[in-house]
């Protein structure tokens, strides 16, 4: 056996083998040599698949913003329903005048929470119910967006802000407008719920997405280890008969030399 074939590259002795290189690192593209065309395709398919990564990193991170917008509003609706108690209690007329006046304070400092959880309700510091933010954008990988709708629940936007319990009819306005907040807060949260459907959806969709892309990478990329294996033994054998040939054939050599002398 010649130099050039022991050193061949692809030859079982040469220092770069592709089965044994394969077997080692379980993969059967470990340089462009071995398949330009195949590493193309799992370089595009990585691409991919990272991108898939961070879309549904973003989605999740999405889904906490709106839980946490919800919880937020959930607090708000406990205000209101005590505030609507409280102006039902006002509307009575055994009230007197000094009654009222107590009831008006609690009122109006479930009015100021409202305010206060508007104002304070943030997500990784992004302001979610105060109107900074109307519309937040999440990036679910390549060029495609979800776009979530944040309502402004301040007490004037709920059209409470001027509200107070200081005589029945006041106290009756009052009642009206809080139903009227209430539904307002109802349909933020209903949409809150759908828009994390929406999302959870998508982190769905991507997830079967890169398991469909994890598959086609494996069929390119890994080795198939049974073949590999079948091949790294006849090779194996190839190496072992072509070594005894070359005993045999020193030995020979020997011989007639031996006979020469």
Do not use: C, W
Not at 131 to 144: H, M, R, V
């Amino acid at each position: 056996m010649s130099v050039d074939s022991i050193n061949s590259v692809g030859s079982p002795y040469s220092p770069y083998n592709p089965t044994n290189t394969s077997l080692t690192t379980g993969q059967q593209i470990n340089r462009s040599a071995d398949n330009a065309a195949g590493l193309a395709v799992v370089t595009g398919m990585t691409t991919e698949i990272m991108g898939q990564s961070v879309g549904m990193r973003n989605a999740n991170d999405g889904m906490s913003l709106l839980q946490t917008a919800d919880g937020a509003s959930r607090g708000m609706t406990d205000s209101i329903q005590r505030m609507y108690e409280l102006s039902i209690q006002s509307m009575n007329g055994t009230m007197s005048a000094s009654q009222r006046n107590m009831l008006n304070t609690e009122f109006q400092q479930q009015m100021e929470e409202i305010n206060r959880t508007a104002a304070t309700t943030k997500f990784n510091d992004i302001s979610l119910l105060d109107g900074q933010n109307p519309d937040i954008e999440i990036a679910l990988g390549d060029s495609s967006k979800s776009n979530l709708t944040m309502p402004t629940l301040t007490s004037d936007a709920l059209g409470l802000t001027g509200m107070d319990l200081s005589n029945p009819a006041n106290a009756s306005a009052a009642a009206e407008a809080l139903l009227n907040a209430t539904d307002l807060l109802s349909a933020s949260q209903a949409n809150f719920g759908a828009q994390q459907n929406g999302l959870y959806s998508a982190v769905s969709n991507m997830a079967t997405s890169q398991e469909n892309s994890y598959a086609s990478r494996s069929q390119i990329l890994d080795t198939d280890m049974a073949r590999a294996s079948t091949d790294k033994a006849r090779n194996d054998v190839l190496m072992q008969a072509s070594i005894m040939m070359q005993v045999q054939g020193n030995q020979d050599k020997s011989n007639v030399l031996q006979l020469l002398g």
